[in-house]
C-alpha cells in the first residue's frame, strides 16, 4: 500500500481497523442521522460520509448539521431530531459499561441496583435509541467485565427483551479485538470479523460468555490508502485515535 506519491504507507494500526470497524456501521445507510458517541466512533461516521455513505446527516450534538470537516450545513431543531429517533431513521453508536450475548447494554450501574458496588452514567437515553432506531457499540477494551454473562441493568435493550420493537437492531458490536453481530437464530452474539493480530483464543479469554463462531472467521476489512489518507491528514492529524485504543 502506497501513497499517491508512491511512498509506502505505514500499516494500519489497531485504531485505524477500528475506525474502519465503525464506519462500516453506516454503510448503505442511506439519509439517516449518525450519532456516534466517542473519537473512533465519530472518525468512523465521518470517514464514511467522506467514501461510501455520502448521503449520511452528521450533527454537531447540538442543534446543527454538519460537513465531516464541521462546517454547518443545515438546522436540527429539537423536535426533528426527536422526530428522527423515534421514527427509525438515526442509527447511534454508543459505550457499554457491560453488554451481553443478547446485546442488553448497561450504563447505568454494577451490582444490585438497589445497593450498588458503583454508579456510572444512569440509563440516560439508552432505552430509546434502542427501541426506535438502530444502536450499534463501540468498546475500546475487550474484556470479560464488559462482554458479561448478565448485564446487572438492562439500559441498551437486546433481543431478547426487545418484544418486536418497530425499529429495533443491532447491527454491530465493534471492540479493540474485532466485529460482533448478532446474525444467528436465537439473535445472540457472533464474531463477525477479527482484527489482523488477535486470535480466537484472545476473544474467548475475554468474553465471559459462549459466542458463536463460524467455521472461517474473516479478518477485519483493511482501510484502503486513501481511508489511511483521510483518517491520518484530514480526520484525525493528532492520532487522538490512538489513546482510546492503543498499539
Request: hydrophobic fraction near 40%; glycine fraction near 10%.
Amino acid at each position: 500500500m502506497t501513497e499517491g506519491t508512491g511512498t509506502p504507507l505505514l500499516p494500519p494500526t489497531r485504531a485505524e481497523y477500528c475506525v474502519i470497524a465503525c464506519a462500516e456501521a453506516w454503510r448503505d445507510a442511506g439519509e439517516i442521522l449518525a450519532s456516534p458517541m466517542g473519537v473512533i466512533p465519530s472518525l468512523g461516521a465521518r470517514l464514511a460520509r467522506l467514501t461510501f455513505a455520502p448521503d449520511l446527516l452528521l450533527t454537531d450534538g447540538e442543534a446543527m448539521l454538519v460537513r465531516p470537516d464541521g462546517t454547518v450545513e443545515g438546522w436540527l431543531p429539537y423536535r426533528q431530531h426527536l422526530a428522527l429517533v423515534t421514527g427509525g431513521r438515526r442509527h447511534v453508536m454508543m459505550g457499554a459499561s457491560q453488554i451481553d450475548r443478547f446485546g442488553n447494554q448497561n450504563i447505568s450501574c454494577i451490582g444490585d441496583w438497589e445497593r450498588p458496588k458503583r454508579q456510572l452514567l444512569g440509563v440516560r437515553g439508552a432505552p430509546v435509541n434502542t427501541l426506535n432506531n438502530p444502536t450499534s457499540y463501540w468498546i475500546p477494551r475487550h474484556s470479560r467485565r464488559v462482554f458479561v454473562e448478565k448485564v446487572d441493568m438492562v439500559c441498551g435493550v437486546g433481543h431478547d427483551h426487545a418484544g418486536g420493537a418497530r425499529y429495533h437492531r443491532i447491527p454491530r458490536v465493534v471492540s479493540d479485538l474485532g466485529v460482533f453481530d448478532f446474525a444467528t437464530p436465537d439473535r445472540t452474539m457472533r464474531l463477525a470479523s477479527l482484527h489482523p493480530g488477535v486470535t480466537l483464543e484472545q476473544v474467548g479469554e475475554a468474553t465471559a460468555f459462549a459466542l458463536t463462531v463460524p467455521d472461517a472467521v474473516p479478518p477485519t476489512r483493511e482501510p484502503t490508502a486513501e481511508e489511511l489518507r483521510l483518517i491520518r491528514e484530514v480526520l484525525d492529524p493528532q492520532s487522538t485515535r490512538a489513546g482510546e485504543v492503543g498499539t
